[in-house]
Each structure stands twice: as structure tokens, then as C-alpha cells.
């Protein structure tokens, strides 16, 4: 693992546009992983992980596919049969006629992962989509098993999960596999259009990125009996506690965190971060209400990074980016290809100077279009490393927020930290990792006695 955020170009064009064909296809001839099975039928498999309904809309775009070659969901698997049970009959009833998932095919347990995967062939996809403290093992086996990827994000709660998901993407693309991680907005045109308008000069020299999102609020309630009961915490404890989702800044932000990586084409080295609780706040959870991140890039340029939900306050969810001459939007609401150029540095709809051609789908079917054509046509495609970069800057925000202090990537790729220490153990009886006390408040962050590194 390289601890410097600085990468060549050749490295970093590597990641983010897929080249070096060559090698990917001589990866795979080479372990006899074909680009789909070449059995009787040329139907790409899907296996869901994880059946909430982040995990139902990723199988809804990855069947919108089907015009370019039959593909099918084909397996189930959670740890909770109430939520098997109910992704089934949403889906079945959503695409009926790509749905084959009887009720042997209906898995439940901390094992049923595994089962799952074992039903797939070379060239179909098991699809990650549980919250991120477990997703690096979901990784691990499937590629250990030959199996392409579909993997939402977060990628994994803390820095030693992250760094099992990079040695698994790293074996991936060792094997020729397909690893798709999902941020989807990298494969919008017009952000895209963006980015080359920046690089020919439009809008003079990049001098700093700012990237918003601004919400209602939200505190987490007594839990009561359950408070500490693991399951429970799987259930109620997606957003609020950090070992289970990584928390809200995190699930929601690395999106845009990814965003100023890209416009920035580097990995930041550093984080300067604030953040604090809402007055009167009687959240039993483990966020804070807001973050206020200041990312330091290698040649010195920054990217603000802000996330807030408290009552009553401006709501904004967008990515900007300022130049020497001019500015432009690069996101709007609910990740929309809201791309502009404005006239100067003024950001207002009468004073747009330029926009692309409005993406013909949305950035999620984009994802899946080309993950699909990398998987029928063996074209390279391995998002893990990229996807790990882009946590490990989100949890480096994470930290400095609620450290109240500079952070810097090395920290983030150095540390060992893991909130939960048996996640290859976890089973129904497992004790839960995090503890609520006698009123039902989990441990939340304070600087000087906060351990998330």
C-alpha cells in the first residue's frame, strides 16, 4: 500500500479511465476467467447481498442492462429473512420476468453470504450493498471465489477494513475480475465534459473546490431493551452508530469528497476539521450535527468540504469549483449532472456561460451500462483502488471533525483501528461492539478522548 496520495498520471488515468487493456486481458486468460461463462446461456447472474432498499435499486439499474445481453437476479442473501422476503416480492413484482430466485435461492445468516456466492459462475456479479462494516469480508470472498463485483459504498466503517478491501482489489485485478464501487458519478458525461473544459483553461487555473451538503435534522432516539443488542444495532443503527454504517457525513459526503478528488486529480494530505452537536441535542447516536472539512491537496490548493443536519438552517447539496477567471458547478441536488460554467465567479442561473449536453441517463444506469460492457467485452474495470482512496479521505475528514484537528493521509492509511475486532466471528449470539449507557446515549465524539485512528 503506497502512503503517499501523490500518483503519476499514468497511475491515476490508470483507475479513473480504465486503460491498459492489454494487461487486464492477458490477467484473465492467464486464471481462465472468461467475460461471461460461456456455458449453455450468456446470462450474467446477480447475487444481492444485503436486501434493503439500496440494494433493490441497484438491481433495478444493473436489469435495465438487459439490452445488452440477458441478465437476471439469481440469488438472496441477509441476515434478517423479513427483509429477504420483502426484497423478493418488491423486485418480483418491479421485473417480474428477470427475477428467478425460488425459495432455496432465499438465503438467511451471517453465513448466507457465502452461500450465495457459491451459486454464481465466472462472469456474474455479487452485489455488496449490506452497510459498510461487513462489506470487506463480502469483498474478499467473492473474489477469492472468481466472481466480479458490484460494491456500494462506504467501503468499510474504518481504516483496517479499508485495508482489506485494497489487498482484495488488488487480487481482483490480479485474477482479471471486475470490481464496480459505487461512486457513481464518475461515469457522467457531462461532469466529464467539465473536466475537460477545466483542463483546456476555460475557466483559467483551478485554484479550489467547494462541495456542500446541507439538511433537516436527525437524532436518534432512546433505543430502550435493545439498546445493546447486535442485531437491533444492525437494524437502527445503520446512520447513527459508526462501527455498523460509518456514520452520516461519511454515507452521505464521500460522494462529493470523491468529486474534489477528481477535479483535483489527486488524493488530499492532510484534513483540517471542525464540527459539533446542535444545542439541546438529545441524540443517542455517534454523529455529530455538523462537519467543516478543509482538505489540503499535494501542490497546497484546497477543497471545503461542509455537512450539516440541525433545524431550521440552509439546505444545499452541490459540488463548485473556482478558477482564476471564472467558476463552474460540477453537481446539484440528489447527484445530478447540474454542470455549468458561469460567466465570471458569480454562480447564478442568469449568468451561465456554458453547460454540456445533459446526460441522457442518470449517473447510477451509467455505472451499470459500462460495468456490463467491461464484464461481456473483458474490458478493464477495477474501481477498488480508487474507491478505497476516496474512504480513506472520507474517514480522514471524519477524524479531523471529530478530533477537531489536522489530520493527514498517512495517519488514515497507517492506522490499524478497527471498531469491531470479530467481524469473521459475528453470529446471531455475538455481543454487540458498541455500548449505550444506563439512559441509552452510545460513546460520541469528544476531542482528547475520541479513538477513531
Not at 453470504?113 to 469480508?137: E, Q, V
Not at 459504498?153 to 485495508?163: C, E, N, Q, T, V
Not at 467539465?194 to 433505543?223: C, E, F, K, P
Request: charge should be negative; charged fraction near 25%.
Amino acid at each position: 500500500m503506497s502512503k503517499s496520495p501523490r500518483a503519476t498520471n499514468v497511475e491515476r488515468r490508470r483507475f479513473l479511465q480504465y486503460t491498459g487493456t492489454a494487461a487486464a486481458t492477458v490477467a484473465a486468460m492467464s486464471h481462465g476467467i472468461p467475460a461471461v461463462h460461456a456455458g449453455e446461456d450468456n446470462t450474467i447472474r446477480l447475487a444481492l447481498l444485503g436486501c434493503g432498499g439500496r440494494g433493490n435499486g441497484a438491481v433495478g439499474n444493473a436489469l435495465k442492462t438487459a439490452n445488452q445481453g440477458p441478465i437476471k437476479l439469481f440469488a438472496l442473501a441477509d441476515v434478517h429473512e423479513g427483509s429477504v422476503e420483502s426484497s423478493f416480492k418488491t423486485l418480483s413484482r418491479r421485473h417480474e420476468d428477470q427475477v428467478d430466485v425460488p425459495q432455496d435461492r432465499r438465503l438467511v445468516g451471517f453465513d448466507a453470504y457465502k452461500r450465495a456466492i457459491d451459486m454464481l459462475r465466472p462472469g456474474d456479479i455479487a452485489m455488496c450493498t449490506t452497510r459498510s462494516y461487513i462489506r470487506p469480508l463480502h469483498v474478499e470472498y467473492a473474489v477469492a471465489k472468481g466472481i466480479n463485483v458490484f460494491m456500494e459504498k462506504p467501503f468499510a466503517s474504518d481504516p483496517a477494513g479499508l485495508h482489506r478491501m485494497l489487498r482484495a482489489g488488488k487480487e481482483a485485478e490480479e485474477k482479471g475480475l471486475k470490481i464496480a464501487a459505487g461512486l457513481q458519478c464518475r461515469h457522467s458525461p457531462a461532469r466529464a465534459a467539465l473536466i475537460d473544459q477545466i483542463n483546456s483553461g476555460a475557466i483559467g487555473d483551478l485554484q479550489y473546490v467547494r462541495a456542500n451538503r446541507l439538511t433537516g435534522r436527525r437524532w436518534m432516539g432512546d433505543q430502550g431493551a435493545r439498546s445493546n443488542d447486535l442485531m437491533a444495532q444492525l437494524h437502527f443503527g445503520r446512520i447513527p452508530l459508526l462501527w455498523v454504517g460509518s456514520g452520516h457525513m461519511v454515507d452521505n459526503l464521500i460522494h462529493q469528497i470523491d468529486e474534489c478528488c477528481w477535479l483535483m486529480d489527486a488524493w488530499p494530505v492532510s484534513c483540517h476539521g471542525m464540527g459539533g452537536r446542535e444545542v439541546g441535542s438529545t441524540d443517542r447516536g455517534q454523529n455529530i450535527d455538523t462537519y467543516s472539512m478543509e482538505f489540503t491537496f499535494p501542490d497546497g490548493r484546497k477543497a471545503f468540504c461542509g455537512f450539516r443536519r440541525a433545524q431550521g438552517g440552509f439546505n444545499e447539496f452541490a459540488t463548485f469549483v473556482h478558477g482564476s477567471k471564472k467558476a463552474g458547478q460540477f453537481s446539484g441536488n440528489i447527484h445530478a449532472a447540474t454542470v455549468h460554467i458561469f460567466k465570471d465567479q458569480r454562480i447564478a442561473s442568469d449568468n451561465i456561460e456554458w453547460s454540456p449536453t445533459d446526460d441522457a441517463h442518470s449517473p447510477w444506469d451509467y455505472q451499470w451500462i459500462d460495468f456490463i460492457d467491461a464484464i461481456r467485452n473483458d474490458k478493464p474495470f477495477n474501481q477498488a483502488r480508487r474507491a478505497v482512496y476516496a474512504d480513506y479521505a472520507s474517514l480522514m475528514g471524519r477524524a479531523a471533525c471529530h478530533y477537531n484537528r489536522i489530520v493527514t493521509w498517512d495517519e488514515v492509511v497507517d492506522s490499524p483501528f478497527q471498531f469491531c475486532d470479530y467481524l469473521d466471528e459475528l453470529d446471531y449470539d455475538s455481543p454487540a461492539p458498541v455500548q449505550a449507557d444506563e439512559n441509552g446515549f452510545f460513546p460520541a465524539p469528544a476531542a482528547g478522548e475520541w479513538v477513531e485512528l
